[in-house]
């Protein structure tokens, strides 16, 4: 398949996880009319089988499939892709060494802010994070070089905070 740009500029165009990838046009039929019309409006020639595809959402029957980060006691569940999204990482050099305990137990205890790890994850399932305001932005790019997300430092650097204005 070809690569196609991705409409924001700061958003990944393929996704790193190919075994995962989903036919979103197949999957959910009744979004090609909202996929054509988006792509339209933004004056495009954006291919609805080409756009980039958001990770499988984190439901399953099998608890193997998932690797558990408990940030200062709080639980967050991570599928194999979401550790992979911006390897290497952190949680890639953990749980994916076999010399690791955290290999075989999937599960890593952290103590850093679960509210900016919430935001961290969300990065690693491939969506956009946008800091709410200066200190928010300080602390996910203290985080990401923490968790080494080089990605997520980039698209950071490339964020500037402007404040709302209020009309007068």
């Known amino acids: 398949s070809s690569s196609i740009q991705s409409p924001h500029p700061l958003i990944p165009s393929r996704w790193t996880c190919a075994r995962h990838r989903l036919s979103t046009a197949a ?37 193997q499939s998932f690797y558990t980060v408990v940030v200062s006691g709080e639980s967050f569940p991570l599928t194999l892709c979401a550790i992979q999204y911006d390897t290497p990482n952190f949680f890639s050099e953990i749980f994916l060494n076999p010399n690791r305990e ?15 790890f919430r935001d961290i994850v969300k990065h690693m399932q491939g969506y956009y994070v946008a800091a709410k305001d200066e200190v928010h932005l300080e602390n996910l790019v203290i985080d990401a070089h923490f968790y080494k997300l080089k990605r997520l430092i980039e698209n950071l650097r490339q964020t500037m905070y402007v404040p709302p204005t209020s009309l007068s």
């Open 102 to 116: 955290e290999s075989s137990t999937r599960t890593m205890y952290i103590n850093r802010n679960p509210d900016v």
């Open 27 to 63: 999957q959910y039929p009744h979004s090609t009319n909202i996929l054509a019309r988006h792509a339209s409006s933004v004056n495009t020639t954006m291919s609805i089988h080409a756009a980039p595809r958001p990770l499988p959402p984190l439901t399953t029957s099998d608890p």
